[in-house]
């Protein structure tokens, strides 16, 4: 071996600076961003249903398309039910699969905590959530009148991100508790019942009344409210953003809880 | 005097009723190159696992360059190895090295490294796609891409070929050439031989023999002599034969006796000079398992 590793002459020093936390989590940021782009059908997968649904269900209702209302009310449901899909399948899925990887016991004996790769794995989440929008939006702009001001595209990138906090927990919750095979069948149950009651396939005010209610008290229901409003200017109603603060905590705690439980189980 | 690079005192795990480590103490001084010999199952695996800050103990203290391995500033110049099932398959062999080099203040170049552990052509190919030994050369690689002064190896070469082995040892030996200290484990005796200077013997959770290599490889280096006897009587007095660590009878009504001894040449001619009757004489070299439990018995019988 060509270097000598001097180091071995200090051994008592154990203060040894490690890398910064910052920049081992844009490591595993870039390296996760990687991992899942050689899987294109993953990425392609994961763009295609929000469009797909567009030009299916939206497109073809002259109706719906031809209102710029209506129809930027409905790319905003789509958007958030890319969003809520991205974090289930890539934060619930993909934590369960890493966990049952041996590489991910390795991972932790490198010197760095736990932290650059939680921010690593929302970031590369992020950017995939992000990516989803673009085929969606892109339809919308071009075959329906659905329109956007610069300000009201800003405050919806923001309104994403917030909404899309809850989902991470259960997220990262649902992975830190299951096995990949469990993960998958749990988001698929979660997934589409609480985006169909939460009114991201058909407008919430088709809905009977009771479904309207019990909507209501959804996350799915709240985050599509909050982002509609961002996008049209169309109020959401008053509980919105307590009910989704309250799933909100409730996920987090889970998340945590799920968290600790692995921790506690796999590396006590 | 220097500081030790690991010191295990007094360590203790158990998972669930099984003690995987009873009472544990070690210490490896910097620049050692210390063999864990054990059967599987008999806690080396676990000792690792303390030492690298993935488990904690249940009782004793665990330090690793006099920090507590669980911190991950105490794991700066620490070298270990995932196992080889386990590397990210999309990755491509460069940016699996360059990924965990990152990790350290002063990695080696990712083009030597791979160079010395001849994957230089498989730089661009997908680590799913390596063949079983080029993943365990990748795996041994990464515990070095950090520059250690530690390294940390769990059977570092099961699963590959003569060549293979024979170009990890010699990776190996250059690195403690150059100063690194280096733990690994190993059910083989041979390759223990081939590399350790110290040998660690461990089984069900206890330090068996901990020593030179030769003293150690003479203590369990045995033989294992079958014979039957005539008279039964006899099976006793085999006991106070040369070398003889340890006496069984096979039973059968036929007197058949098994002996474990370091010295079954000695042993023979001490039979024949002693006009011993016996017959269907039998010598073969004792397993590393039956040599293990030699010791063991050995031990409890001190």
Redesign the interface.
Known sequence: ?????????A?????????GTL??AV?HAR?QV??TI??PIAVIGNMLFPALAMLFFVVPQSVVARDPVTATADTGQLAMFAVMSTCLFSFGLGAAEDRA??????L??????PVPQMIGRMFSGAVFALLGLIPLVLIAWLFTAATVTPRQTLLSLLVIVGVALPFLGLGLGIGYSMSPKAAIAVVQVVLFPMAFAGGLFMPPEIFPRWLDVFSKTLPSRAGRDLLVQALTGLHASATAIPVLLGWGILFAVFAVWAYRRDEGRR?? | MTAPVIEVSHVTRRFGAVVALDDVSLAVQPGELVGMLGPNGAGKTTLLSLVNGLRKPDAGTIRLFGGDPRTPASRVRLGSTPQETGLPPTLKVAEVVDFVGRHYPNPRPTGDLLEQFGLSEMARRQAGGLSGGEKRRLAVALALVGNPALVLLDEPTTGLDVDGRHMLWAALRDYHASGGTIVLTSHYLEEVQALAERVVVIDHGHVLADDALDVVIGRVAVRRVALTLPDAADLVALRGLPGVVDVSEVGNGVNRAELLTADADALVRELVRTDTAFSDLEVRSASLEEAFLALTRKEVAA
């Open positions: 071996m060509s270097t000598a590793p001097t180091m071995s002459t051994p008592t020093m154990n203060t040894a600076p490690t890398m920049s081992l490591l390296y990687l991992e050689r899987i990887l041996p590489f991910e016991p390795y932790r004996t490198l010197p760095a905590g590396f006590r």
